[in-house]
């Protein structure tokens, strides 16, 4: 797959994401977080089962043990990542959660160099704090004061930043990405299930009253959102891959605004650029540079044109 194209489909999950917070927001008028996190999840994964199991069979190759383990971490990571966010709205406001959830643009390519010693263009390095303050002015440039839930969204990027880190070299290693997408899907509904239990009250009742909202998150920003996000990260470098998925933000404020009426400042709509250029110059600066390096190689020793 093109890289282009791969990008426009993390673009398209990252669309997803952003219209179906208002669900996942209103879902808690209902039920715990737990419950929801096990109703969407299980959902999204039994919806995606059949196309799972199909990709499973055109491989002749079986996953591997080292795979499953990889799985079972991102499916760890995704779950702990899902339930502190989800728990951390229940008392943070929606402008510190959209900041704080977005430090995982910061978190990837920082724990990429600390503790896996990778070099990354130095593209990556001005496009991070670039949509990270983006996000910070996209939520009005302020941060209201911190309650036991803004430390719980904090907690959930580094949880997000291993799930994007993981996510596109473990589909990648197994050629399974709806497979991959399912299992994840499935464990951490499981996980959020056997929680619900253990510490929230779960019923046909709470689960009758917020049917629209675990249909929308279940089908469409858990089935369509994550599996494309899998798709499209095999063919995206993660640290890049954490800067296009900041765009989730920018739908997310795009959805307020058509649903709910509500409008951006000019701080916000500066925000929301800074954004939209940090995913355009992570993702075209290397392109062009790389073309030109191949039209005007450089000489190692003197760092002339050749």
């Known amino acids: 797959m093109p890289r282009s194209l791969a990008t426009v489909i993390m673009l398209i999950a990252t669309m997803v994401w952003g219209f179906a917070f208002i669900a996942q927001k209103s879902a808690m008028d209902s039920m715990g977080p737990l419950t929801f996190l096990a109703s969407r999840y ?173 249909v929308y998150a279940g089908l469409l920003s858990t089935a369509v959102g994550f599996t494309l996000q899998a798709i499209g990260q095999q063919h995206v470098p993660a640290a890049n891959a954490a800067i296009i998925l900041s765009g989730e933000s920018l739908f997310a404020a795009i959805g307020a605004a058509l649903v709910l009426g509500e409008r951006l400042s000019m701080v916000g709509y500066m925000g929301a650029f800074l954004i939209f250029l940090a995913i355009v110059l992570v993702e075209t600066v290397p392109i062009i540079q790389a073309k030109r390096e191949k039209k005007h190689p450089i000489d190692p020793v003197t760092n002339l044109e050749l």
Request: hydrophobic fraction near 60%.
């Open 42 to 214: 299980l959902l999204g994964g039994i919806v995606i089962l059949p196309l799972a199991w199909f990709e499973h069979k055109r491989q002749a190759e079986p996953i591997s043990k080292r795979a499953w383990g990889l799985i079972f971490i991102l499916s760890a990571a995704f779950f702990l990542g899902s339930w502190l966010q989800q728990a951390g709205l229940l008392t943070a406001t929606v402008t510190n959660a959209g900041f704080l959830t977005g430090l995982y643009v910061f978190f990837v390519p920082f724990i990429l160099t600390l503790f896996f010693r990778q070099k990354l263009h130095y593209i990556v390095w001005v496009c991070a704090p670039l949509a990270l303050l983006g996000l910070y002015l996209l939520n009005g440039a302020r941060l209201d004061n911190f309650v036991v839930g803004d430390f719980l969204v904090m907690s959930s990027a580094i949880f997000w930043a291993v799930h994007v880190m993981l996510l596109g070299y473990t589909a990648a290693l197994t050629k399974r990405p709806i497979t991959v997408s399912a299992v994840v899907f499935i464990l951490a509904g499981l996980y959020s299930l056997g929680g619900g239990f253990a510490l929230e009250t779960v019923s046909l009742e709470v689960l009758q009253l917020g049917w629209k909202e675990i």
